[in-house]
């Protein structure tokens, strides 16, 4: 048996804090507590399982959905999930790095 005081928003909201990415709560479909606004119904964020990508309010994410408990009348789910564009920065940095780096090697190459 499991017992917890913590209530579903400031559970999200720890999650974010702890782990950088954001998070839904789900209660049968519905949405019970979440780090995003706007992040609405379960069904918008696919299947279980596997991650996979998805948009909300115009901008891409990637992330998962799990279920943490079903029994009969009562499916809780959560969705653990970040967005595409802080990794698209990333890889876009790392590229301009690495051609700097072809370039001072190839202009030692030369000299």
């Known amino acids: 048996m499991?017992?917890?005081?913590?209530?579903?928003?400031?559970?999200?909201?720890?999650?974010?804090?702890?782990?950088?990415?954001?998070?839904?709560?789900?209660?049968?479909?519905?949405?019970f507590a979440s780090?995003?606004?706007?992040l609405g119904p379960r069904s918008r964020l696919g299947d279980r399982g596997e991650p996979h990508g998805f948009s909300?309010?115009?901008?891409?994410?990637?992330?998962?959905?799990?279920?943490?408990?079903?029994?009969?009348?009562?499916?809780?789910?959560?969705?653990?999930?970040?967005s595409t564009a802080e990794l698209s920065d990333t890889i876009s940095r790392n590229r301009l790095v690495i051609g700097l780096l072809l370039l001072a090697f190839l202009a030692l190459a030369m000299a």
Do not use: K
């Not at 992330?63 to 653990?80: H, I, Y």
């Open 56 to 82: 909300l309010s115009g901008e891409d994410y990637r992330g998962r959905v799990e279920s943490l408990r079903d029994r009969q009348g009562v499916s809780l789910e959560l969705a653990v999930f970040h």
């Open 2 to 31: 499991f017992v917890s005081l913590t209530d579903a928003p400031d559970f999200a909201d720890r999650v974010r804090r702890l782990t950088g990415y954001h998070i839904g709560v789900f209660r049968n479909g519905g949405l």
């Open 35 to 38: 780090t995003l606004s706007g």
